[in-house]
Every structure is written in structure tokens, then in C-alpha cells.
T-cell receptor, first 114, second 116 residues
Framework: EAQVTQNPRYLITVTGKKLTVTCSQN?????MSWYRQDPGLGLRQIYY???????DKGDVPEGYKVSRKEKRNFPLILESPSPNQTSLYFC?????????????FGPGTRLTVL | AQKVTQAQTEISVVEKEDVTLDCVYE???????LFWYKQPPSGELVFLIR??????QNEISGRYSWNFQKSTSSFNFTITASQVVDSAVYFC?????????????FGPGTRLSVLP
């Protein structure tokens, strides 16, 4: 089954404790991205990756890191989480950038930073 | 820059009423794509529709219909005879055809509550 998986689905942590949210897709997609969803703001892109070892900032990259060492995985790293990073996070993948490519979303990760 | 506006933050209707969710977009691209997603209380994003900028035909799928008007840069979504299961947050999104860089721009969402 074609899918995007994220782990963990729920996470409560404390300020400053490094964490990683994993994202994996099984569709051999080149394009992957991370979004955060906040009330009244919709989804905003954090980082995206055009292919292995190619990543770039989205609209709200501050406080986040990503890596793309393998095509299927695109982890989101919070080196020193803060309460303003409490949010619902979505990973997505598609064959390429551009709206003509169907975008597949993961189930979401709800992060709370105390 | 691309932008999507959903002016209705929250809408409440009684079951069986028709409801229209508004979406207005801004883009300089001549080729672009518009989307609607549904986010039920469980939190996942459910794809509803994608239209490209060259196809202005309205579309109907069961109780759902979409009205795309380039002249007013709008892509409105109507639910006919609403049901309680339609209660969700609905997002309108816009994407260009650019094969480099950022992908989707989402609107802020409209929370629809359908009351029994």
C-alpha cells in the first residue's frame, strides 16, 4: 500500500530536549516536505527536499533541521524545542514539485512542548 | 507571491442545509492548481479535488460541487444537503507548476460544524 508514515504520532516533551520526527514513504518519490499546522494559519511549509541531499527552507524553517540521506526518509529534527513549536506536523511526498504531481500526506504528528 | 484566503473562519449549519465555503487565491502563474482538503476531527488530511487553471468547468461529485472562476480568482466549494459527517476543517490550497522550490500554499481553513 502506497503510504507516508510518521513517527511518533503523539509526543509530549520539555523545552530544550532534542527530538526527531521520522517520515518515510514507499512510493520512490523524489519530493518530500514538512508542514506545521496551527489554528487560523493553515499549513505552512517548514522545509522541503527535491531529492537525496537536496533540501531547502520553506516559509517557517527557524528552529528546525532536516536531512535527506535516503530517498525514502525525511526526518524533522528539533535541536532545542520551545513551546512555540507546539503544533500538528505533517510530512508529505510527491513524484516532484508542482501541483500536477499528486501529494500524499502522512497521518500527522501532534507535538506538545512544555 | 502566492496566497490563499478563506474568509470564513467558522460556519455552523443545521443538517440538510446547503453550505458554501469560499476560497480566493492570488498567483502570478498562468498555470496553477487548486485543491480542497478535508480534515475531520481525527486529524488526517483527506484529498477532495484538484483543478488546473485551464479547466474552468464546474465539478460535481455526489453532494459536493466546486465552482472555479478565474475572473474572480475564486474556487468555492458547496456541500448540498449537509450531514453531520461533513463536520470538519476544510482547506483550500494552491500550487504552481514550477518544478523547483516550494509546493503548496494553504489557506487558513474553514471549520464547518453541521448540527443534527
Amino acid at each position: 500500500e502506497a503510504q507516508v508514515t510518521q513517527n511518533p504520532r503523539y509526543l509530549i516533551t520539555v523545552t530544550g530536549k532534542k527530538l526527531t520526527v521520522t517520515c518515510s514513504q514507499n512510493m520512490n518519490h523524489e519530493y518530500m516536505s514538512w508542514y506545521r499546522q496551527d489554528p487560523g494559519l493553515g499549513l505552512r511549509q517548514i522545509y522541503y527536499s527535491m531529492n537525496v541531499e537536496v533540501t531547502d527552507k520553506g516559509d517557517v524553517p527557524e528552529g528546525y533541521k532536516v536531512s535527506r540521506k535516503e530517498k525514502r526518509n525525511f526526518p524533522l529534527i528539533l535541536e532545542s524545542p520551545s513551546p512555540n513549536q507546539t503544533s500538528l506536523y505533517f510530512c508529505a511526498s510527491s513524484l516532484g514539485a508542482g501541483g500536477h504531481n499528486e501529494q500524499f500526506f502522512g497521518p500527522g504528528t501532534r507535538l506538545t512542548v512544555l | 507571491a502566492q496566497k490563499v484566503t478563506q474568509a470564513q473562519t467558522e460556519i455552523s449549519v443545521v443538517e440538510k442545509e446547503d453550505v458554501t465555503l469560499d476560497c480566493v487565491y492570488e498567483t502570478r502563474d498562468t498555470t496553477y492548481y487548486l485543491f480542497w482538503y478535508k480534515q475531520p476531527p481525527s486529524g488526517e488530511l483527506v484529498f477532495l479535488i484538484r483543478r488546473n487553471s485551464f479547466d474552468e468547468q464546474n465539478e460535481i461529485s455526489g453532494r459536493y460541487s466546486w465552482n472555479f472562476q478565474k475572473s474572480t480568482s475564486s474556487f468555492n466549494f458547496t456541500i448540498t444537503a449537509s450531514q453531520v459527517v461533513d463536520s470538519a476543517v476544510y482547506f483550500c490550497a494552491l500550487s504552481g507548476e514550477d518544478n523547483y522550490g516550494q509546493n503548496f500554499v494553504f489557506g487558513p481553513g474553514t471549520r464547518l460544524s453541521v448540527l443534527p
